[in-house]
C-alpha cells in the first residue's frame, strides 16, 4: 500500500512540471530543508535508483541465501559462527556477510577495501564522494550515517572526529 501511495504521490507532483511545487521527501512527507532534498540514492550519472529496488553490496542483496552467496563470490576464505550475533559469518576479502538461517542477515565491507559497490555502482569509500552518490544521509548517528529505502538500510560507519569510514553495512532497517 505505501508503495502505491508513493507512485501516486509521485506521478502527481511529476505531472505538473511547476518550478514551484513542494519538494518531497522519501517518506512522502513535504520537505523544506535544502540539505535533505536529494533523492538519498542516486547513481553516479544522476539518475535516480528505483525505489523499490533491492540493494545490493559488493553483488550481495539481503535475499540472498549462502548457496547463491558461494556462487557469487566462491567459498569464502573462512566461515565462523559468531555467538554474539547468533549468525554464520563469511569471511571474504575486506568484505564479511552474516548468515542466519540460511538468510542474510548483513553485508559489511571493511575499510580495507578502499570502495565499494552499491547495486553495481563502485563509490570510493570516502566520505565526500558517498555524500555525493548517496545525498544526504537520512540520520546522522553517533557512529555513522544511515540512509533507509523501503526495509533495508546503508549504514557508513565512521569515526566523527577523524572522518574515516570504519566500514560500510547493509541490513534490513528494523535490525538497528
Not at 512540471?17 to 553516479?44: C, H, K, Q
Not at 578502499?114 to 570516502?126: I, Y
Not at 544526504?136 to 538500510?153: C, F, L, M, S, T
Amino acid at each position: 500500500m505505501r508503495t502505491i501511495v508513493l507512485l501516486l504521490m509521485t506521478m502527481l507532483l511529476s505531472t505538473g512540471g511547476e518550478a514551484d511545487a513542494p519538494v518531497v521527501s522519501f517518506a512522502g512527507i513535504p520537505d523544506n530543508d535544502a540539505a535533505y532534498t536529494a533523492s538519498p540514492f542516486r547513481l553516479l550519472n544522476d539518475r535516480e535508483v528505483v525505489q523499490d529496488e533491492p540493494m545490493s553490496l559488493n553483488g550481495v542483496d539481503l535475499n540472498d541465501t549462502k548457496t547463491e552467496i558461494v556462487h557469487k563470490l566462491g567459498a569464502p576464505a573462512a566461515i565462523k559462527d559468531d555467538p554474539i550475533q547468533h549468525v554464520t559469518v563469511l569471511h571474504y576479502d575486506h568484505m564479511e556477510i552474516g548468515i542466519d538461517y540460511d538468510r542474510t542477515e548483513y553485508v559489511h565491507v571493511k575499510p580495507s577495501a578502499g570502495e565499494f559497490q552499491l547495486n553495481g555502482q563502485p563509490v570510493p569509500m570516502t566520505i565526500r564522494d558517498i555524500h555525493a552518490f548517496l545525498g544526504q544521509p537520512d540520520h546522522a548517528a553517533e557512529d555513522g550515517d544511515v540512509y533507509v529505502r523501503g526495509n533495508e538500510a546503508l549504514k557508513v560507519f565512521m569515526n566523527r572526529d577523524s572522518g574515516h569510514i570504519t566500514g560500510i553495512d547493509l541490513f534490513f532497517s528494523h535490525i538497528e
